[in-house]
């Protein structure tokens, strides 16, 4: 197989995380609109996030949080996005690297973004994590950010994945 110099999976994967910062952005800036509402799951041990000690001890791996209704100060910045959640009506602040978040999920519409880790993420220990595979059916609606439960090893990348958009558009 010939050696891709090009490098057309890191140029996928930042255009995919721009979408992913564009829409935070236009969140922040003007709230969510309709019945759009975002599912997105992070290494919480990954370079740059952070959490409370509690939350952590919580989510020793991985955490997945919901931005619906309940969320304050959004702010997104080029390598990560800052908001307030309430937790067990304890309120904190997570800090998100985007090179952290494994998966973004809008349920509203049925559109979703599954992400490879990063070359930072493989230097860190977070990166050792096993995968976890996309929710198979839609969750209900949420009031509390959940982590996912199970787990699979993840799988050795062989090259470039193809991904196919009309498999996230309505029928």
């Known amino acids: 197989m010939a050696t891709d110099h090009i ?24 709230g969510l609109p309709g019945e759009h509402h975002f599912f997105i799951t992070f290494l919480s041990t990954a370079e740059g996030a952070k959490l409370s000690p509690r939350l952590l001890a919580q989510y020793p791996e991985e955490m997945t949080i919901i931005l619906q209704h309940q969320f304050w100060d959004l702010v997104v910045t080029e390598d990560r996005f800052e908001v307030g959640l309430s937790f067990g009506g304890i309120p904190e602040r997570l800090v998100v690297p985007f090179a952290s978040i494994k998966s973004f999920l809008d ?4 559109f979703g973004l599954q992400f490879e880790p990063t070359e930072a993420e493989v230097e860190t220990p977070a990166a050792k994590l ?31 994945e193809v991904v196919r958009l009309d498999r996230f558009r309505k029928k």
């Open 130 to 160: 096993p995968a976890v595979p996309p929710p198979s059916a839609l969750p209900a609606a949420a009031t509390e950010p959940a982590a996912e439960s199970e787990a699979e090893p993840a799988k050795p990348s062989e090259g470039a």
């Open 107 to 110: 349920p509203s519409v049925k």
């Open 7 to 30: 490098r057309y999976d890191v140029l996928t994967r930042d255009a995919l995380r721009g979408v992913l910062r564009r829409v935070l952005t236009d969140a922040a800036e003007h």
